[in-house]
C-alpha cells in the first residue's frame, strides 16, 4: 500500500472551514484514498473515500489532485464534535477478499471555539 | 448502515487472568475480522486477521498462544488475551468489510491489567 504523510497536528476555528492534507506520491491507479477521524476512546468513522474525482457526501469533501500525488479533506464548517485525529489511507480495492488498512499517525485536529 | 457491536467497552483485570473481548456483526455477516491495538496517543497497530472457519493470521511480533481469536461463526469474532500483564493494557478494536468500499470498525475496548 501507498504510504501516506499528514501534518501531525492542526487547529482550527469553530465555524471555519478545516482543510485537512494528505500527500500519497507512490499512490497507483488502483488505490483509492480513505479517509477516517477517531474521536478519543472511541472506533475509528468512516468519513469519505475516492479515486479520481473530488467527492462530496454529508460529513465532507474531498479534493484530489489531477495527479492524485495528494488529496484534501474538507469539513466546510468545523465544529467542536470535530475534535480528533483523522486518518488518510489508501487502499487497493481487490475483487476477492478484505484488505488490510494501514494506517499512519494521522492529524490531530483540534477545533477551537 | 452496518454496525459492529463490540463488548465490553471496558474492563479491568488482575495479571494473570484471561480477558475475552467480543465483536458482533448486526444485520450482515462478517467473513473476515481484523483487530487492532492501540497505545495511548498512537496509532492503530493491526495484530491478526480472522476469518470465519479457520485460524486466525497473526501479524509479525504478535503472539498467537497469548491473543487468541476465534470466528466461529459469521457473525462472531473474539480475541481473548490470555495470562494479561500491565503491559497488555491498550485500546483493542476489531473491524470488518462491508460492502465492495466499505469497512466498520467496532467502538473499541479499554483494557486495564492491574
Known amino acids: 500500500d501507498a504510504k501516506t504523510t499528514q501534518p501531525t497536528s492542526m487547529d482550527c476555528a469553530e465555524g471555519r472551514a478545516a482543510n485537512l492534507p494528505c500527500n500519497h506520491s507512490?499512490?497507483?491507479?488502483?488505490?483509492?484514498v480513505y479517509w477516517y477521524r477517531q474521536i478519543h476512546s472511541q472506533g475509528p468513522q468512516y468519513i469519505i473515500h475516492g479515486l479520481k474525482n473530488n467527492e462530496t457526501n454529508e460529513m465532507a469533501s474531498l479534493i484530489i489532485t489531477e495527479d492524485r500525488k495528494s488529496s484534501t479533506l474538507i469539513l466546510p464548517h468545523a465544529t467542536l464534535r470535530d475534535t480528533a485525529v483523522y486518518y488518510c489511507?489508501?487502499?487497493?480495492?481487490?475483487?476477492?477478499?478484505?484488505?488490510?488498512?494501514?494506517f499512519g499517525q494521522g492529524t490531530r485536529l483540534t477545533i477551537n471555539p | 448502515g452496518a454496525v459492529v457491536s463490540q463488548h465490553p467497552s471496558w474492563v479491568i483485570c488482575k495479571s494473570g487472568t484471561s480477558v475475552k473481548i467480543e465483536c458482533r456483526s448486526l444485520d450482515f455477516q462478517a467473513t473476515t475480522m481484523f483487530w487492532y491495538r492501540q497505545f495511548p496517543k498512537q496509532s492503530l497497530m493491526l495484530m491478526a486477521t480472522?476469518?470465519?472457519?479457520?485460524?486466525?493470521?497473526?501479524e509479525q511480533g504478535v503472539e498467537k498462544d497469548k491473543f487468541l481469536i476465534n470466528h466461529a461463526s459469521l457473525t462472531l469474532s473474539t480475541l481473548t488475551v490470555t495470562s494479561a500483564h500491565p503491559e497488555d493494557s491498550s485500546f483493542y478494536i476489531c473491524r470488518t468489510r462491508t460492502g465492495e468500499y466499505g469497512y466498520t470498525f467496532g467502538s473499541g475496548t479499554r483494557l486495564t491489567v492491574v
Open positions: 480472522s476469518n470465519e472457519g479457520s485460524k486466525a493470521t497473526y
Open positions: 489511507i489508501v487502499r487497493s480495492i481487490q475483487i476477492q477478499g478484505a484488505q488490510k488498512l494501514v
Open positions: 507512490t499512490i497507483s491507479g488502483n488505490e483509492y
